[in-house]
């Protein structure tokens, strides 16, 4: 396996799991250089995982003339311009979610990394998820014939600090879109439809800084399937992330992951071991096996499993989501590609 050198641009909660993952498990990755401008935070990441060289301005790590490769960790708001001077930089890119805010930034960005002919990968981790890839074989191979309906509910057990949801884009375009994008990934055909309801129910101070925190919304599809997301910033029994496939021969349910399997009976009843605490823990392997096949398409030179286009989409449908929240409407979805 040749070793692939990669530059890590945001040392925040996601930087620091892809750090630990690219330093400790992936044996071809050569981790070179980390940047993000809390200097301090730079350093203490850069010297936990043996990271030769920290710096508080990304620049110098697009300029790198070394590096093949960088992983995008910074704030939803910064990924553009990064992933424009990257891709003109002759760099691979794993970009986090979602792309960006603002479509045609996306779309002026996608141009760039298809006339760089770099590989582009966005972080939509939970396609890399053991139970959801089973999910997504048994509909295929036609366990529960035809997919009618798919319904996804996603809840936090707590909301991110105030100054995150104010660069986060708001509900839709920064939790949601995993489940748009989970949604795609499942029923294999576009969503041309969104209807989505809000509201502000778990800390006012989000409604206060221009979002809400709680969200459902019901998808049309193409291909006629039906499908509903429920989202939450607050759960307070844990990290609540169940699917539920039903299809005219039966139904698929991928119920929560348990810590452990013990179930303890008592005189106050059954209890179950709590949920895992956040995505860090029950997504754990989904985040090793994404960037382990994002170095493999380096490596190979084929086609990463999640592309742009798949980032786009699923900010199309946020988008639209967004508008049908605040116009109380259902919203036909503007396909740009
Ligand atoms: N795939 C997932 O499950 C998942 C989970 C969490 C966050 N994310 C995404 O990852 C991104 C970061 O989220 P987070 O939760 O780690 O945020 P965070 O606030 O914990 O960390 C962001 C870090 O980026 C740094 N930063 C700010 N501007 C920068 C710049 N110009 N260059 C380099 N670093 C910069 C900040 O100082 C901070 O340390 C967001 O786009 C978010 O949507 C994805």
């Known amino acids: 396996m040749k070793d692939i050198k990669i530059g890590l641009i945001g040392a925040g909660r996601i930087g620091k799991l892809h750090a630990e993952n690219l330093a400790s498990q992936i044996p071809n990755a050569k981790l070179v250089a980390l940047a993000d401008p809390e200097l301090k935070l730079a350093k203490t990441v850069a010297d936990n995982f043996n990271i030769p060289y920290h710096f508080d301005d990304y620049h110098h790590i697009i300029d790198h003339p070394e590096i093949d490769a960088v992983i995008i960790c910074s704030p939803t708001n910064t990924h553009t311009q990064i992933i424009q001077e990257a891709a003109n930089a002759g760099k691979h890119i794993f970009c986090e979610k979602p792309i960006d805010f603002d479509l045609d930034r996306t779309l002026k960005s996608l141009e760039i990394i298809k006339k760089n002919g770099i590989k582009f990968q966005v972080g939509f981790n939970r396609r890399f998820d053991p139970n959801f890839q089973s999910v997504e074989n048994k509909i295929l191979q036609g366990d529960i014939g035809d997919l009618h309906i798919l319904r996804i509910t996603s809840r936090d057990p707590a909301p991110p600090p105030i100054s995150y949801i104010e660069v986060s884009g708001g509900i839709f375009l920064d939790m949601m879109i995993h489940d748009f994008d989970m949604a795609r990934y499942l029923v294999k055909s576009e969503v041309v439809e969104v209807y989505a309801a809000g509201g502000v129910m ?35 029994y844990g990290y609540d992330q169940r699917i539920e496939a039903f299809g005219s021969k039966g139904m698929i349910r991928a119920e929560n992951v348990a810590t452990d399997t013990c179930i303890v009976s008592n005189d106050k009843g059954s209890h179950q071991p709590p949920l895992p605490h956040f995505f860090l823990d029950r997504y754990k392997s989904s985040y090793l096996t994404e960037m382990i096949k994002f170095l493999l398409c380096i490596e190979n030179d084929s086609m990463p499993e999640v592309i742009g286009n798949d980032g786009l989409k699923a900010m199309e449908i946020a988008l639209a989501a967004k508008e049908s929240y605040l116009m109380n409407r259902p919203i036909k979805i503007k396909n740009t590609t």
């Open 202 to 236: 778990v800390d006012n101070a989000i409604g206060e800084a221009g979002d809400i925190d709680t969200a459902t919304v019901t998808l049309k599809f193409a291909n006629g399937a039906l499908g509903t997301i429920d989202n939450s910033r607050q759960a307070v």
